[in-house]
């Protein structure tokens, strides 16, 4: 097998654990993961940055998967009529958040491989009564939307998750109009992550083994062609049952940048 084969295979393999574990979590079945990119339904919601009055708009059982590492709707300056796409919508917490900001006349698209939790963000959306919001199917490496038809993107605790986050960056900038911009909340690393570490598909879909180093993430966004690339919020894990190899070393990040506008 060629180094690309080697590569393709082991983006496959990663894939693959991946959706079967947020499968499990969308059916009751498992817990997230092993960094924090996950709470105890809303009062941990509350904690990344999820205030009382916003939770209490959107459906209960949205928020009870509790899967995240903050929050990126409450960052993202969403306005009425706004086209938002949120990667990895996963239940749909920053969907029905963002589809609350956007109004009747703006639209939230929630992108996810995973059926089980397109099923249950789907049921949720129809039981609620969202008349504007679309959960697709689909990878973030081939993001299902159109070009340059999107103002804003949203991701919470999920490109970690991608085996190719340049791919991912050069797929939001292509949706993104011109002037759009995106606010991600992700895992990043501070040092050197033991290498078991980052071979252990237990650790891809706990949100460590696929974090990029803080400053090749930022780069990574540059590189897909984004501007103004900043940290805006921060905030290093360090709980008691960390392996002692990673503490101090894991930070959940929200990220915020802007597609340039046409001749800038």
């Keep these: 097998m060629n180094e690309e084969d080697c590569v393709m295979s082991k983006e496959k393999e990663v894939k693959d654990f991946v959706k079967k574990r947020y499968g499990s979590i969308a059916k009751g079945e498992n817990c997230c993961c092993q960094a924090s990119c996950s709470w105890e339904a809303a009062e941990g919601a ?12 959107i459906p209960e ?4 998967l509790g899967l995240g590492c903050g929050n990126p709707t409450g960052l993202a300056e969403i306005k009425e009529g706004d086209v938002v796409l949120d990667l990895g919508s996963g239940g749909g917490v920053d969907v029905f958040l963002a589809a609350n900001r956007v109004g009747p006349e703006g639209r939230v698209i929630g ?16 039981e609620h009564g969202y008349q504007n919001v679309d959960f697709r199917k689909g990878d973030i490496e081939r993001m299902p939307v159109e070009d340059a038809s999107v103002d804003v993107i949203l ?33 990043v690393t501070d040092g050197e992550i033991p290498e078991d570490v980052r071979a252990s598909f237990d650790a891809w879909a706990g949100c460590i083994a696929g974090a990029l180093e803080r400053t090749e993430y930022l780069d990574t966004i540059r590189e897909a062609g984004f501007s103004d690339v900043r940290i805006v919020k921060e905030h290093v894990y360090g709980e008691p049952d960390m392996d002692e190899r990673l503490k101090g070393k894991i930070i959940s990040v929200q990220v915020a940048s802007t597609k340039p506008c046409c001749g800038s």
């Design 46 to 57: 509350k904690t990344l940055g999820y205030n009382e009055e916003d939770l209490a708009k």
């Design 155 to 187: 991701s919470n605790c999920v490109i970690n998750l991608a085996y190719d986050k340049l791919k991912v960056f050069k797929e939001a900038f292509r949706v993104l109009k011109p002037g759009g911009r995106i606010l991600i909340s992700d895992i």
């Design 111 to 126: 992108i996810d491989m995973t059926d089980e939790m397109l099923d249950r963000a789907r049921k949720t959306a129809a």
């Design 61 to 64: 059982e949205a928020v009870a």
